[in-house]
């Protein structure tokens, strides 16, 4: 067994933690109690320093290195790139090193760098779920201040019974431990029980476009095939039995088209991208109106949460929708921007147009603006004049919160 394997994040109790959104939440909240603590340590170190001890100067270097560590994690976060568990434990690391050489600058028991233990053991507790891992860390804790109170300054004074200080103060740090890693894993039980029904409700949806895809569409599209062929064999029928026929026809098109959003989204929730479901959905599209759709992408597409994915695909079928029922369109384009820190999707058609009261007929535009501001993003709509087409965009962010690893198991 080597030494990463006996590391591993299950050892440590933090599987919770592996997945993005967990680690990033994690670190942000870390990083930002741990620049607290770095400047109360300095703030400490600068109170009457003594510069020729040795030990004033490994601490400086030790604050520094902990200052720019800290400064790399927030970089990460802020950057949506990936923290890992190794990262919060190098962190938890630095700060025992850093809170014990604080103690010892300042002369064991008399400094109330002492303090400065309980954030950051609390910040452990918070981010490593294990209770054994816990108790280690604040035991090591433990060791290392009653190390450094008998070793620095003027020792345990046993006759004025400082002993009895340094175990209150121990004591306490196991207490404030037990209780956060209590509350921690309780938080952490709601949430691996909200994930296990949302994804309990993902496997229903894909049931359910999967039942829609092999029964109602398919039948769907038989009536459709029937009212066509009745079309073209209606040659001796009245004009007025003709355009009903067509008028059934149309509707029948619409129908199978709506029944396509909920076959399709079940891709979504199945673990595919955004990029592979939309060219699909397209295909559909093109399939039942006999309008082509060209689906072009620029950039990698980074890892979505199916929220994410979900509501950009919705603002796409309602955007198609329109183009299919409103616009006349004879070509529809999907384009799909992947930039740095934010997505850009337009779906644009060569139809007739949008009227000038568009945004006040009907639901679609108000739900897709809706869709886009539930992703932090915007939505425009923007027309050339009558005959010039239609452009709908979205432009939003990457959403970490909503990221997560397991697309596939969803």
């Known amino acids: 067994m080597n030494a990463y394997t006996e590391l591993s994040p299950q050892r440590l109790g933090i599987q919770e933690w592996t997945d993005p959104e967990g680690l990033r939440y994690a670190a942000a ?13 300095l703030a400490l170190l600068a109170y009457r320093p003594d510069y020729t001890l040795p030990i004033h100067a490994s601490f400086i270097l030790l604050a520094l290195l902990a200052m720019c560590f800290n400064g790399y994690v927030q970089f990460l976060v802020r ?22 050489g604080g103690a010892a600058v300042g002369g064991g028991l008399e400094t109330l760098c002492y303090l400065l ?17 816990s108790f280690a860390w604040v035991t090591m804790a433990a060791v290392l201040y009653s190390v450094v109170v008998l070793v620095t300054g003027d020792g345990l004074d046993l006759a004025a019974k400082e002993e009895k200080v340094l175990i209150a103060r121990i004591a306490a740090m196991y207490a404030m431990v037990i209780v956060v890693n209590l509350i921690s894993r309780f938080e952490r039980l709601r949430r691996a029980m909200a994930v296990q029904r949302e994804r309990e409700l993902h496997r229903e949806r894909i049931e359910l476009s999967r039942t829609i895809h092999d029964t109602v569409a398919q039948s769907a599209y038989m009536i459709g095939l029937g009212i066509e062929s009745a079309i073209a064999e209606a040659e001796s029928a009245s004009a007025e039995q003709v355009a009903r ?16 959003h909920p076959i399709d989204s079940g891709l979504i929730f199945d673990g595919q991208g955004l990029g592979d479901v939309l060219a699909a959905h397209a ?23 199916a929220v994410t994915r979900g509501l950009l695909f919705s603002i796409a079928h309602n955007a198609m929708t329109n183009a299919m029922r409103h616009a006349s369109a004879h070509r529809v384009t999907i384009s799909l921007d992947f930039g740095r820190e934010s997505l850009r999707m337009s779906i644009s058609d060569d139809g007739v147009g949008l009227p000038p009261d568009y945004a006040q007929r009907g639901h679609g535009f108000r739900n897709m603006r809706r869709d886009a501001e539930r992703m932090g993003g915007r939505l425009e709509a923007r027309s050339d004049g009558p005959g010039h087409g239609t452009t709908v965009t979205c432009v939003a962010p990457y959403d970490t919160h909503l990221e997560d690893s397991h697309r596939g198991d969803w």
Not at 30 to 41: E, G, K, M, N, P
């Open 29 to 41: 909240i870390s990083v930002w109690v741990r620049w607290c603590i770095l400047v109360v340590a």
């Open 79 to 100: 950057s949506g790139r990936s923290v890992t568990w190794q990262c919060l434990l190098s962190l938890s690391a630095m700060d025992m090193a850093l809170i014990t």
């Open 117 to 133: 233990y309980y954030p950051a053991l609390a910040m452990f507790a918070v981010a490593f779920a294990s209770f054994r891992t």
């Open 245 to 260: 026929l067509t008028a059934t026809h149309a509707l029948s098109k619409a129908s199978m088209w709506e029944l396509r």
């Open 283 to 305: 295909g559909a599209f093109t399939t039942i109106t006999s309008v082509p759709v060209d689906v072009v992408q620029s950039g990698s597409e980074p890892p979505l949460s």
